[in-house]
Nanobody, 114 residues
């Protein structure tokens, strides 16, 4: 059974930082591309950052320079370091494992507010 479990969300003030984690089980993690997505209320889910099995990264324009995606294949975990957070970063953040079949986690809430 495939499971992706996100953690690390919470309430943070503007300008603050959070580190999200997504622990995967039930898949051969190292061969999957991993992505972080987010969905704000009333909006469509959007890509935030992606890391390939080879370690190449891609970021949404809104994330460039502030967010960093990384992976630890030994721990079957993908991370999203988020710095300089803004209120518009408020959303539920999801991780996705992508190959022939995509798998999604349940999401973790990130709220940026003073």
């Amino acid at each position: 059974q495939v499971q992706l479990v996100e953690s690390g969300g919470g309430l943070v003030q503007p300008g603050g930082s959070l580190r999200l984690s997504c622990a995967a089980s039930g898949i051969i993690f190292r061969i999957y591309a991993m992505g972080w997505y987010r969905q704000a209320p009333g909006k469509q889910r959007e890509l935030v950052a992606l890391i390939t099995c080879g370690g190449r990264t891609n970021y949404a324009d809104s994330a460039k320079g502030r967010f960093t995606i990384s992976r630890d294949n030994a721990k079957n975990t993908v991370y999203l370091q988020m710095n300089s957070l803004k209120p518009e970063d408020t959303a539920v953040y999801y991780c996705k494992a992508a190959l022939a079949t995509d798998y999604w986690g349940q999401g973790t809430q990130v709220t940026v507010s003073s």
